[in-house]
Structure formats: C-alpha cells, structure tokens
C-alpha cells in the first residue's frame, strides 16, 4: 500500500511568485488536507478538500487555494508569495468511511522564499 | 481560540521510561493524536484517544486523559535511541473540517 506522496521535496521561489505544491493521497483515502510547518512550530491548518469541495478552512488569506481531483490527488497553490510562506508544507489523507480527522501525513515539501 | 501546549524539551536515559505532556484549552475537544516527527521527515501518526476514553495502551506506549484538567500524556516504555523525534500533540471536536489544532512539539532525547 503506497502511502502519501508529496512533490516536489524542496522548492526555492522569489517573492511575488506562485507556485504549487502538490499531494497523492494514501490508496483508499478520499479526504486531503493541508497544513503548513514553520520552523520550530507545530503544523498550521491550511484547508481540507472532500469530494473535489473545500469543506473546511484554517486562518490564511485567499492567496492560498486548492484543488483536488477525481483521483483525489490535491494541489496546493500559494500566490503573491511573502518571506513568511517560507515553510515546511505537509499533506495530509484521511480514509474512505472513515472520520477524517484520523489523518496519514506524507513527507512534506519544503519551500523556501527568498 | 484553541491552544495546545507541550514542554518543548525531554531527556531521558536508554531503557528508561519517558512521559510526554500535553494540555488543551478547548473543552469541546473530542479526539486527541499523538504524533512523531524524525528530522526532515513527515508526521508519524503514533496513537489517538477519544475524550470518552481514560487511557489507551498500544505496545510500548500508552496514553492518559483527564478530561476535567484538560491533560493528556504519552508514556514510551523501555526509550530507545530510534524514538528520539519530536512528538507532537494534536486535537480536534471532530468532524475533521476545522483541521486539527498541534502543539510546538517536545523535543525527546536519548541519553545512552
């Protein structure tokens, strides 16, 4: 069973730029969400995606937005992007059926903006 | 909002047992996880208790919960040098869509 999978590992953009992160959920999991991981903090909910919908949000502005696919892979996308977007980005799938706070993190994407 | 705080260091000797602490502010706080950070890596889900729960116990870890204080804790038997990570303590009400809220994370090492 393959798990999470995250692309790409490491990202360096400029400010001002967009870019976009993107997630392959675990083999049976329909349910996606996304959290960014500032250095030396816990990991901050961005938005979590059920049925290609967004069905819940965390404290960031719209410049962040996502998609996701009838395969239930998931992009994240960060536009206009700001020093402070320097993170560790972690997606996260939760399974069919099952509640979808129960969540299987994949490797993350680090992005740095300089 | 909701709050979760961890000690943000630990260190314990091989062999021995180590206990990680948590507390939480939102008494609407139905599910609670527990999980392991390696460097440079993704977050490992360990373990996780439902709030109508007093302790769960899965190998070498078990967890508490006392609801009424709003503190849950993590006790890893018999430490070994592969459980250095950062553990992470995470809640929500349920329902998944406000996301989960972590801690900072407790840094555990191993003395040898």
Not at chain 1, 47 to 62: T, V
Not at chain 1, 88 to 110: I, K, V
Not at chain 2, 1 to 30: A, K, P, W
Request: aromatic share 10%.
């Amino acid at each position: 069973e393959t798990g999470v999978t995250q692309s790409p590992t490491h990202l360096i953009k400029t400010r001002g730029q967009q870019v976009t992160l993107r997630c392959s959920s675990q083999s049976g999991h329909n349910t996606v969400s996304w959290y960014q991981q500032a250095l030396g903090q816990g990991p901050q909910f961005i938005f979590q995606y059920y049925r290609e919908e967004e069905n819940g949000r965390g404290n960031f502005p719209p410049r962040f937005s996502g998609l996701q696919f009838p395969n239930y892979s998931s992009e994240l996308n960060v536009n206009a992007l700001e020093l402070d977007d320097s993170a560790l980005y972690l997606c996260a799938s939760s399974p069919m059926g099952g509640r979808t706070d129960t969540q299987y993190f994949g490797p993350g994407t680090r992005l740095t903006v300089l | 909002g909701e709050d979760v705080e961890q000690s943000l260091f630990l260190s314990v000797r091989e062999g021995d047992s180590s206990v990680i602490n948590c507390t939480y502010t939102d008494s609407s706080s139905t599910y609670l996880y527990w999980y392991k950070q390696e460097p440079g890596a993704g977050l490992q889900l360990l373990t996780y208790i439902f709030s109508n729960m007093d302790m769960k116990q899965d190998q070498r870890l078990t967890v508490l919960l006392n609801k009424k204080d709003k503190h849950l804790s993590l006790r890893i038997a018999d430490t070994q040098t592969g459980d250095s990570a950062i553990y992470f303590c995470a809640e929500t009400e349920g329902g998944g869509a406000d996301g989960l809220t972590f801690g900072k994370g407790t840094h555990l090492i191993i003395q040898p």
